[in-house]
Nanobody
């Protein structure tokens, strides 16, 4: 399985950015894919994931109402639409995947597959 993330960059507070993650090599639809992030000198933290089959979405409280996760099955791609970004959203964002889904979806060590990360910097 390979995860290719893209879309990071410099964005001003209050503006929007969209991250993409292309998933290749999967052999089942019963999997979960999404995003974690790691800010400088902090541990990796859960952002959002989506169940590929059924489309159930999960969000961290810190991004709920601002970020939206979605998928395009035809393109095997997951998106993270980031609206009303804040300086505290600055981090390297990692695309992750696992199957099957787990109730511990918010734990980084539950995901065996990680993309290379894309840097998001929120600054004026």
């Amino acid at each position: 399985v390979q995860l290719q993330a893209s879309g990071g960059g410099l964005v001003q507070p209050g503006y929007s950015l969209r991250l993409s993650c292309v998933v290749s090599g999967r052999t089942s639809n019963d999997f979960t894919v999404g995003w974690f992030r790691q800010a400088p000198e902090k541990e990796r933290e859960f952002v959002s994931v989506i169940k590929w089959s059924g489309g159930t979405r999960y969000y961290a409280d810190s991004v709920k109402g601002r970020f939206t996760i979605s998928k395009d099955s035809a393109k095997s791609t997951v998106y993270l639409q980031m609206n009303s970004v804040k300086p505290e959203d600055t981090a390297v964002y990692y695309c992750v995947a696992r199957w099957p889904h787990t109730v511990r979806y918010y734990r980084a060590n539950e995901y065996p597959y990680w993309g290379q990360g894309t840097l998001v910097t929120v600054s004026s």
